[in-house]
């Protein structure tokens, strides 16, 4: 199974969506904060989450879930907005702010590992510009976005499920 985390009316064929709209694009309609999923454990082969993360009011609880949940290198895709870009503290419900090391947490070389006994690897991390930091050369466009908003405005993680 491959799953459309906090789908909205965002349909992504060949997907299960998951989200607590009731919407005709809703395939389970879940409160994300309410653990367990109406998931099988071991179950998912891909996770898709755009924009959705941050809502979360547990994120470690969160992870947790997407790990009981997926298989043993399970492709889980996460984009969740940049903490020094404007949008990520426009809307009220956000509840977490991200920058490229935040998902360290969840991998057996964190230090700080012991938050979580989910573990992922991280196979990529993008950071996605906005219009000005387009302009910005990308070998320093990372570290001006860090200094200055409006340069970065959202990250994609893609992490595997690590069992």
């Known amino acids: 199974m491959k799953l ?4 909205g009316k965002n349909k992504i064929t060949g997907f299960v969506s998951i989200d607590k709209a009731d919407l005709k694009e809703t395939d389970i309609r879940h409160d994300l904060d309410k653990y367990p999923y109406p998931i099988t454990s071991n179950s998912v082969t891909e996770i898709y989450a755009e ?5 979360i009011e ?7 879930e997407i790990h009981r949940i997926t298989k043993n290198q399970a492709k889980i895709i996460i984009i969740v907005p940049y903490y020094n870009y404007h949008g990520a503290y426009r809307d009220p419900t956000h509840k977490h702010f991200f ?3 935040s998902m360290e947490y969840y991998t057996e070389q964190s230090r700080l590992k012991y938050y979580s006994k989910a573990r992922f690897k991280i196979k990529k991390i993008k ?6 930091g387009k302009i910005i050369p990308s070998p320093i466009r990372n570290y001006i976005g860090m200094i200055i ?6 990250i994609q993680f893609e992490l595997e499920t690590e069992k």
């Open 58 to 64: 547990n994120l470690p609880k969160f992870m947790e």
């Open 51 to 55: 924009n959705i993360v941050e809502h």
């Open 99 to 101: 920058t490229a090391d």
């Open 4 to 7: 459309n985390i906090g789908a």
């Open 127 to 132: 950071l996605i510009p906005t219009m000005l």
């Open 149 to 154: 908003g409006e340069i970065i405005k959202e």
